[in-house]
């Protein structure tokens, strides 16, 4: 199938929330911007500064470090491999027999854009694997990703309707109405995974929350999709608990992401449920992770002087100290400090230059405690060791 016309500039399909299936598809399709071929520092330096052709290099180069490169990080490739084997095991067996999952994790840590990767890359390899599908001629037939980010108290219709408006089919009548047209629509477009996003909006506090859960669940019994959602604090979610809205819900031991001793899950009703943490950097295989993480993203920086690697060996722990382990807040920090580097010329991302870009209010918080605790620390070792060396003049 050919691809849908290319996006402008103007438009980020990767970066927007798809609503349609038209949206996902160009998302699929999405390819960020590319790395702007730069000209030599030298013949850079000696442009005015009124030049156009230098305004349009700064221009370029700031939209590709806003775009900064998504890294295919341990957790993706994890979380990957789980998905990829739930949709093998799950291809040919009865909608009610079929195993979902939950990702579940606090806000940052990167689970709706990981869901949005993994969900790209499963359409990608299907168009490669089966072009007939996408036949020109079936344009939009065969719909194998459907992609629900759900908004706050939203309701059982709602939920349909979203799965409506993403499918092209009318939104319009009676909730069953609605419902019959979503489960036929999805088992005809032939869509093989389902993701919610944001699955702790249908927070059981709140009126609909219940009948929104048991509404995921009727979608699972009767379509045959895996489903994988995302949440935060989704431990007592009622998908994870047997039978009913009045079922027991299930004791959850926490597992999170990278695991230490391998990934268990907890399974109740038909969906596991798995956490994905911030990084921390308690042992030297998570230290190796996060540093491997920072180096895809300093490697993909486009400045004329930036020392290689200066991120990735000297700076990894306070990068973790400035973003509290959190992809978000490091992938934000590169890339603002990157386009400062530009707009001062320094050109090279320096600790001076990432300490002058303020986080978003939460990393910054978490980051003054970091350096209270240090200065703590520091102060108390001088201590002890003043009253060391003042015993040891005493007794000298
Ligand atoms: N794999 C990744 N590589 C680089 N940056 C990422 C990655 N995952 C997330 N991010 C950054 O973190 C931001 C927030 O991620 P998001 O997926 O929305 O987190 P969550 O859904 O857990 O709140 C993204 O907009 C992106 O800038
Ligand atoms: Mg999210």
Not at 69 to 94: G, H, K, R
Not at 95 to 116: F, Q
Not at 161 to 177: E, H, Q, W
Not at 276 to 281: C, E, I, K, S, V
Request: charged share 25%.
């Amino acid at each position: 199938m050919a691809p849908p016309p290319k996006e402008s500039d103007s438009t980020h399909p990767g970066l927007a929330e798809p609503r349609t299936k038209e949206d996902w598809f160009a998302y699929v399709f999405y390819e960020p911007p590319p790395r702007p071929r730069l000209p030599r520092y030298d013949a850079y330096v000696a442009m005015a500064e009124d030049d156009p052709e230098r305004r349009r290099l700064i221009r370029s180069r700031n939209r590709y470090h806003s775009a900064l490169v998504l890294a295919w990080t341990p957790s993706v490739q994890y979380f990957e491999s789980e998905i990829t084997e739930l949709l093998d095991a799950n291809e040919m067996a009865p909608p009610g027999a079929r195993l979902g999952l939950l990702i579940d994790g606090p806000p940052t840590v990167g689970k709706s854009t990981l869901v949005k990767m993994i969900g790209r890359k499963f359409e990608q390899d299907l168009r490669e694997d089966f072009p007939e599908r996408f036949a020109p001629e079936r344009l939009g037939a065969y719909v194998p990703v459907v992609y629900i980010s759900l908004a706050d108290q939203v309701t059982p219709k709602q939920i349909s309707i979203a799965i409506a408006r993403y499918l092209n089919v009318p939104t319009g009548g009676t909730k069953d109405t609605i419902d019959d047209r979503v489960l036929t629509a999805l088992t005809a477009c032939g869509t093989q995974l389902l993701i919610f996003d944001d699955l702790h909006f249908l927070d059981c506090s709140h009126k609909e929350g219940r009948a929104s859960n048991d509404h995921i669940k009727f979608i699972a019994n009767h379509v045959p999709c895996t489903i994988i959602g995302t949440g935060v604090d989704m431990e007592n979610s009622p998908l994870l608990s047997e039978g009913g809205p009045t079922g027991p819900v299930k004791r959850n031991t926490r597992v999170k992401f990278p695991p230490s001793s391998g990934p268990r899950t907890q399974t109740a009703g038909r969906f596991s449920r798995q956490e994905l943490a911030p990084f921390t950097l308690d042992s030297k295989p998570e230290i190796t992770q996060w540093v491997g993480v920072i180096n895809s993203l300093e490697s993909a920086l486009a400045l004329y002087r930036h020392e290689k690697r200066s991120l990735t060996r000297r700076h990894w722990r306070y990068l973790h100290d400035r973003t509290n382990g959190s992809i978000a807040g490091l992938h934000a920090l590169i890339r603002r400090s990157a386009v400062r580097a530009v707009k001062l010329g320094t050109e090279a991302i320096t600790r001076e230059i990432m300490d002058s870009i303020v986080l978003s209010y939460d990393h910054e918080r978490a980051y003054a405690k970091v350096v209270e605790l240090r200065s703590r620390q520091s102060s108390n070792s001088r201590s002890k060791l003043d009253k060391k060396s003042s015993a040891a003049e005493g007794s000298a």
